[in-house]
């Protein structure tokens, strides 16, 4: 039994900020590769950054000096720090992992809105 739960989305004007918190729980005996995704109205889900349990981030170059993705692995929690949003960060942000409980598979949250808009 795991769950994901992402927080801190809303409403923010251009050029603002917002972070999101992706937290797990449940029986976790440990949390690999986590990441987040986005999907706008009409549009395919994509990945917007993404941190493994060891090696370098990644971020798609929409997102490149904007937005930081980090993890509190004490916390099982994930977080991206959203900088600078543009409009066109408007979308639902869903957070994904990979976790070992019983078994090893990904797991997603319910997603959390974000609207950029003056």
């Known amino acids: 039994q795991v769950q994901l739960v992402e927080s801190g989305g809303g409403l923010v004007q251009p050029g603002g900020s917002l972070r999101l918190s992706c937290a797990a729980s449940?029986?976790?005996?440990?949390?690999?590769?986590m990441a987040w995704y986005r999907q706008a109205p009409g549009k395919e889900r994509e990945l917007v950054a993404a941190?493994?349990?060891?090696?370098?981030?990644n971020y798609a170059d929409s997102v490149k000096g904007r937005f930081t993705i980090s993890r509190d692995n004490a916390k099982n929690t994930m977080y991206l720090q959203m900088n600078s949003l543009k409009p066109e960060d408007t979308a639902v942000y869903y957070c994904n992992a990979e976790i070992s409980s019983v078994y090893v598979r990904n797991y997603w949250g319910q997603g959390t809105q974000v609207t950029v808009s003056s």
């Open positions: 941190i493994p349990s060891r090696g370098n981030t």
């Open positions: 449940g029986i976790i005996f440990s949390i690999r590769a």
